[in-house]
């Protein structure tokens, strides 16, 4: 499976937009970039996709590079409610596996 | 809607001993899958399944079996519990690999 790297950590402030960065150089033409968040004591939440365009939806946008080996989560507005750990993962819908594997996040500290 | 429940929330287990975690889901999912998180740790899957009477293994599937006999239901089974099998285990569903995944809130299991 492709692999994915992000910070082991970022800060933010409340109010302020939040871009969380995420490497996939081994990304290949039919892998997806999912983000889900993890809350604290809580299950992943789903967050956005994308696979070529710039994506967005009431949660976040999503950008994504020209050459698809980069992408950022854009929180527009960060809230006290946005700390969590965010997971940025490839799913590969062209084979037969579209599992999602999870690395270990970026953990998102939210300041007042 | 429900959505995924998980049942019990939490466990504690003496080694070498079974028992089942249940997992349901009222959205009509095919998808359905184990994982299980360890401290500090992302998500690892153990089983998973794209519908009633089919079912595989993840990355971490020794020490487990699983089951799919309805579309709703998806169980767990630790046949003989061991220390190492203390984690936190999500359920997840979605409507097929490919669609966003929606996470139970969890079974926090202790094996002493």
């Known amino acids: 499976d492709a692999k994915t790297t992000q910070p082991n950590s970022m800060e933010s402030n409340e109010e302020e937009p939040v871009h969380l960065p995420c490497n996939h150089s081994?990304?290949?033409?039919?892998?997806?970039i999912h983000w889900y968040r993890q809350l604290p004591s809580q299950g992943p939440e789903y967050v956005i996709h994308?696979?070529?365009s710039n994506v967005n939806n009431r949660m976040a946008s999503l950008a994504i590079a020209e050459d698809r080996k980069s992408s950022t989560l854009i929180l527009h507005r960060a809230t006290l409610r946005d700390a969590a750990v965010y997971y940025c993962i490839l799913r590969d819908t062209g084979g037969s596996q579209g599992n999602l594997i999870f690395g270990k996040g970026t953990k998102l500290s939210v300041k007042p | 809607n429900a959505g995924v429940t998980q049942t019990p929330k939490f466990q504690v287990l003496k080694t070498g001993q079974s028992m089942t975690l249940q997992c349901a889901q009222d959205?009509?999912?095919?998808?359905m899958s184990w994982y299980r998180q360890d401290p500090g740790m992302g998500l690892r899957l153990i089983h998973y399944s794209v519908g009633a009477g089919i079912t595989d293994q993840g990355e971490v599937p020794n020490g487990y079996n699983v089951s799919r006999s309805t579309t709703e239901d998806f169980p767990l089974r630790l046949l003989s519990a061991a220390p190492s099998q203390t984690s936190v285990y999500f359920c997840?569903?979605?409507?097929?690999?490919?669609?966003?995944?929606?996470f139970g809130p969890g079974t926090r299991l202790t094996v002493t």
């Open positions: 994308g696979l070529t």
């Open positions: 081994t990304i290949s033409g039919t892998d997806y």
């Open positions: 959205m009509n999912h095919e998808y």
């Open positions: 997840a569903s979605s409507r097929s690999r490919v669609y966003e995944q929606y």
